[in-house]
């Protein structure tokens, strides 16, 4: 039973993670160094690691504009 729920924790993590970047990855405005659907695809295969190669790499990360300044 704990095996079980080991099993569906882990895949519904997996899920989740895969959901995260697929989501980064799609609504960004700019990606580095890959073309976007290259970098999903290394998102699918590699998993995390595929993932954390693009939020370390390939995501180009801009300032928020605050609403309030």
């Not at 290259?38 to 993932?51: D, N, Q, Y």
Request: hydrophobic share 60%; net charge positive.
């Amino acid at each position: 039973m704990l095996a079980a729920l080991v099993v569906i924790l882990g895949l519904a993590l997996l899920a989740g993670w895969l959901t995260l970047c697929l989501r980064q990855v799609f609504l960004a405005e700019r990606v580095r160094f890959l073309p976007r659907w290259v970098w999903a695809v290394v998102c699918l295969i590699s998993i995390p690691f595929g993932g954390i190669l693009y939020l370390l790499i390939g995501q180009v990360w801009t300032p928020r504009h605050d609403p309030r300044t």
